[in-house]
């Protein structure tokens, strides 16, 4: 297992078109987490699952905005009828939450730019 | 509420350099996790230590050590003789869970010249 993949690395779309991206993090880890980047800015939280359940929700994520993770593997996040706003980085990480510790590895992330 | 504050935008050393990132937070947990990464131009984030809020102890890992202290809530990073390959975005966080979501500070950019 190589690390969390996403997919695709970068997405060009016009204005109003439904996105969505894939995220396969690494086989083992519960818990997998989105995060949008925009310019100059740190990453921001959007939601977050263990196995199959979301356990959270940011406030920044929209009725536009829909994530799943139906087998408890990979996720998707689907932005509807994207607005210009929508364009960043969208990162995934995967974390193993256990006794012992844990820690969070990020993918390389897809870069959406609303055109 | 969480907030993690990194007051320098920017960062300009010339190489060899030691050169320290400052990182404050708030949280009202007393149980909680701060994280530094390292985001290189490739745009990956890559973690860099992990440290609990029971942990007081200072760290050091080759060139870099983290300073991390409960009283002023800070958690700083310095680079000791800086590299050019140390040129990136460094961005500090908390969690108040194991396991639960991240909250960034804006970044830091630092620029090594050689």
């Known amino acids: 297992d190589t690390g969390v993949s996403q997919d695709p690395r970068h997405k060009i779309t016009k204005r109003g078109q439904n996105v969505t991206f894939r995220c396969d993090p690494i086989?083992?880890?519960?818990?997998l987490y989105w995060y949008r980047q925009t310019l100059g800015q740190g990453p921001e939280f959007l939601t977050y699952?263990?196995?199959?359940?979301?356990?959270?929700k940011s406030r920044l994520l929209s009725d536009r905005f829909s994530a799943e993770r139906p087998k408890g593997s990979f996720s998707t996040l689907e932005i509807q009828r994207t607005e210009q706003g929508d364009s960043a980085m969208y990162l995934c990480?995967?974390?193993?939450?256990?006794?012992?510790?844990?820690?969070?590895?990020f993918g390389s992330g897809t870069r959406l730019t609303v055109v | 509420a969480q907030k993690v504050t990194q007051a320098q935008t920017e960062i300009s050393v010339v190489e060899k350099e030691d050169v320290t990132l400052d990182c404050v937070y708030e949280?009202?947990?007393?149980?909680?996790?701060l994280f530094w990464y390292k985001q290189p131009p490739s745009g990956e984030l890559v973690f860099l230590i992990r440290r609990n809020s029971f942990d007081e102890q200072n760290e050091i890992s080759g060139r870099y050590s983290w300073n991390f202290q409960k009283s002023t809530s800070s958690f700083n990073f310095t680079i000791t003789a800086s590299q050019v390959v140390d040129s990136a975005v460094y961005f500090c966080?908390?969690?108040?869970?194991?396991?639960?979501?991240?909250?960034f500070g804006q970044g830091t950019e630092l620029s090594v010249k050689p």
């Open positions: 699952f263990q196995n199959e359940a979301q356990l959270e």
């Open positions: 086989s083992e880890h519960n818990r």
């Open positions: 949280t009202r947990d007393t149980t909680y996790y």
């Open positions: 990480a995967s974390s193993l939450v256990s006794s012992s510790g844990h820690g969070y590895t």
């Open positions: 966080a908390l969690s108040e869970a194991r396991g639960g979501k991240l909250i």
